[in-house]
């Protein structure tokens, strides 16, 4: 039987952690452990062993034929796949090695793969170089992605120095208004995000930045996805939603005479211009609406235009404020250690206002609790086509279930129709297919599933 040795250099700063809690790799999947890989690979062929990198010797060497350091990450999980798969027919050792070994000098992001049996002519090593692995240098990134509930953030945007964050973006007038919404905002607001270096922002010919502060914690999209909220984290986090709707109704920092309905309208024709401009693309929507029984793309730009400006005065009658503009889970982060809540990645502020209506914060924030938005960016889903229609089947479990619950609650609380809602959302995934138009299937979903929240 093969045996598969996992170096975990932090294993003795973390005695508390099981096998079943490791996570041992994928930036981009960071919600799968060990105990999970069974899904996809059997690991039933396998000896598996996770022990500390002081523990290592000539003899466990000698008798683990792969050998994986956990701080080196895969990309693609596929890769790891193929590992397992070549290990458990090959004839050779596999020794995938950070480049810290004082007794190998091999370059970053290297598989070493060591002959299992003797041979006197030429027992070196071969290295073979793989675009696939990530090699983990920041103890900070590699403790969030150790642990059983990581943080499921992009690191793409993200410097650890010290206790900060260094954020910065190509999108320089995103970053902008991300930043002066939150320096701006009043103290009854600010404490609901991670704190900001206010005199950090720096811009380059390129990009921009600034300094926010390290949360040690897991966005509530991934505790979603990996099923992981308990009855106790979601009674908090209701606490912690009327806590922060409350706080912005009762602050008088907000734009008095801004019309939220004109910014839905104007929005969507925004975002549906660019979708008419890819010709190809546009084309592609048509058919696929015929083929699948959808409403054809103008009809569904129509409707929800028509809709916004017959209920204008309804909309523009609920509560505006200085929101948060983007209230997605993947925007909330969970810290276990205080159990508290915090906001990130806020809409910002844009063209000289901060306000946001209650109805779009509520409408992002059922986006993924109700409609799975968080599993179908993931890819998370089945889709089941027919010849003349596509249905999705999105993944419930335990705490889809007590979000669900809490969302109903807290809609009654605040006396928002349901319906309108419903139809901001569904504007809202109209508006985000020009942004994933290179992802044609997760455009058709976001399509269909606007249609559906619709009822045309």
């Known amino acids: 039987m093969t045996k598969l040795l996992f170096i975990d250099s932090y294993l003795d700063e973390s005695p508390h952690l099981r096998f079943s809690d490791l996570t041992a790799f994928g930036l981009s999947h960071p919600e799968f452990t060990f105990s999970q890989l069974t899904k996809y690979f059997s690991l039933s062929d396998f000896t598996v062993k996770i022990t500390s990198s ?22 693609d999980f596929s890769f790891f796949k193929e590992i397992l ?17 004082e007794d190998l000098v091999p370059p970053p992001n290297c598989i070493q793969i060591r002959p299992s049996f003797s041979l006197e002519l ?9 675009s696939h692995l990530t090699f983990i240098r920041s103890s900070f990134h590699y403790s969030l992605l150790r642990s059983n509930k990581p943080l499921s953030r992009s690191f793409n945007q993200l410097t650890s120095t010290g206790d900060w964050y260094s954020k910065s ?6 970053l902008l208004n991300e930043f002066n919404y939150i320096r701006e905002l009043p103290p009854s607001l600010k404490s609901f995000y991670p704190s900001i270096d206010n005199n950090s922002f720096i811009e380059s010919k390129s990009t921009c930045s600034y300094r926010i502060q390290k949360i040690n914690g897991s966005d509530m999209a991934n505790l979603l996805i990996s099923d992981s909220i308990t009855s106790s984290i979601a009674r908090d986090f209701s606490l912690f939603i009327n806590n922060w709707i409350n706080s912005v109704n009762s602050s ?3 734009d008095s005479d801004c019309s939220f309905s004109h910014f839905l309208i104007e929005k969507n024709k925004q975002r549906f211009d660019l979708i008419v401009r890819n010709s190809d693309f546009y084309q592609f929507l048509c058919y696929s609406s015929q083929v699948y029984n959808l409403p054809s793309p103008s009809l569904l730009f129509q409707n929800l235009q028509e809709y916004f400006s017959a209920n204008s005065k309804i909309i523009d009658s609920y509560k505006s404020g200085a929101f948060h503009g983007d209230l997605c889970l993947s925007n909330i982060i969970y810290c276990s250690l205080n159990n508290s809540f915090y906001l990130v990645d806020p809409r910002g502020k844009s063209g000289g206002h ?3 209506n209650i109805l779009y914060e509520l409408a992002k924030l ?49 006396e928002v129709d349901p319906y309108l809602c419903q139809t901001i959302e569904a ?30």
């Open 354 to 356: 901060f306000t946001c």
């Open 85 to 101: 798969f070549k290990k458990k027919y090959s004839t050779f050792d596999i020794f995938l090695h950070e480049d810290s070994r």
């Open 427 to 456: 504007s809202l995934f109209l508006s985000m297919i020009p942004l994933h138009i290179d992802n044609p299937q997760k455009c058709l979903l976001f399509y269909m599933l606007s249609s559906k929240l619709i009822n045309v």
């Open 366 to 414: 059922r986006h993924s609790i109700v409609t799975g938005y968080d599993f179908i960016n993931t890819s998370n889903y089945k889709v089941n086509f027919s010849p003349s229609s596509v249905d999705i089947d999105i993944p419930k479990n335990t705490s889809t279930s007590l979000l669900n619950e809490l969302f109903s609650e807290i809609i009654k609380r605040y």
């Open 54 to 75: 002081e523990l290592i010797s000539n003899k466990l060497d000698r008798d683990y034929s792969l050998i994986w350091p956990l701080n080196l990450f895969c990309k």
């Open 252 to 254: 008088v920092f907000y």
């Open 169 to 174: 973006s190509r999108d320089k007038t995103k």
């Open 122 to 130: 030429d027992s070196r090593p071969i290295f073979i170089s793989s």
